[in-house]
């Protein structure tokens, strides 16, 4: 049997604000262990994914550049397997991750999204709070400011027009959760699942962690973490996946935040061999589909 050949394609640097280390060590570790399936792993920059012709039949990849994600789409489309699906990172980018996760009544805090050209008072005032989260609509995080905290709803109207003088034309805007943060890591079938909290391990990429204090251990169902996780994924259409939730007092958990494949940093030794298992298989179920001479 001829061995399986695999595509990697790296994060582009600018897509790993403060992570560009940990970022390429998921990546290296994940690829290591392809090869000791046995798999033939071609490793790609998003700018040489970009650049050349794509003949892999399968695709991993920690793509954030839109063009990178439109030709993953494209060779999808035409019936490569692509892990994330470029479709699914696509559904990560803020605004259209908020609609489905809403429209799927996955629980979460309570958001509108704003034209950064226009006064947002009055949309803000339905959320009825007193502090808030601005984020860009259109793509994940990439500078500091791209994720604000606003202690009231004058500051809020401030970074919503400070968005449009950096060009970005609609936000997010979530009601701030009080509550313990917690941090999540997950692999699509498989029996891997982490969480943590950040505040008790200084574990930060902005500094927003702070805004929700120390972790107070508030009781909660993991079990149901896990399930509204595998619903946010399914959703999503991802495999790969982390994210951020709140957990309040009586226990009640709210999705805050879900990104296509993060770091793994606090436990990437023991996600990558699972990440990898799911690459594979996910690419045998497709060979055995199609023909059983395809490597």
Not at 75 to 104: A, P
Not at 197 to 225: C, M, T
């Amino acid at each position: 049997m001829r061995k399986m050949i695999i595509a990697g394609v790296r994060r582009g640097s600018i897509f790993s604000p403060n992570h560009i280390g940990n970022d390429a060590a998921i990546f290296n570790e994940t690829t290591k262990e392809l090869r000791a399936l046995g798999c033939i792993v071609n490793e790609y920059t998003e700018e040489e994914f970009i650049g050349n012709v794509i003949s892999e039949k399968f695709i991993f990849n920690m793509a954030r550049d839109f063009t990178t994600i439109n030709k993953l789409k494209e060779l999808e489309d035409k019936g490569h397997v692509v892990i994330n699906s470029g479709y699914g990172i696509t559904n990560c980018m803020r605004e259209k991750m908020t609609n489905l996760i809403v429209g799927n009544h996955i629980p979460h805090p309570q958001s509108v999204i704003v034209d950064t050209d226009k006064d947002a008072t009055e949309l803000l005032l339905t959320l009825n709070a007193g502090k808030y989260w601005i984020k860009r609509a259109d793509c994940h995080a990439i500078h500091r400011e791209d994720v604000s905290y606003a202690r009231s709803l004058e500051v809020a109207c401030n970074i919503i027009n400070e968005f449009h003088l950096r060009g970005i034309e609609r936000a997010v805007v979530n009601k701030h959760l009080t509550g313990d943060l917690l941090k999540f890591y997950g692999v699509h079938d498989s029996d891997f699942f982490y969480w943590f909290y950040p505040g008790d391990r200084n574990h930060s990429k902005f500094g927003n962690e702070q805004q929700n204090g120390d972790a107070q251990h508030f009781s909660f169902s993991i079990k149901y973490l896990k399930e509204i996780c595998k619903k946010t994924a399914e959703t999503l259409n991802i495999k790969i996946y982390g994210g951020d939730c709140i957990v309040d007092t009586e226990g009640n958990i709210q999705i805050i935040d879900f990104n296509d494949w993060p770091s793994f940093a606090p436990c990437r030794t023991l996600a990558s061999p699972h990440i990898a298992t799911c690459i594979y298989n996910e690419c045998l179920k497709k060979a055995s589909v199609e023909t059983k001479t395809l490597f």
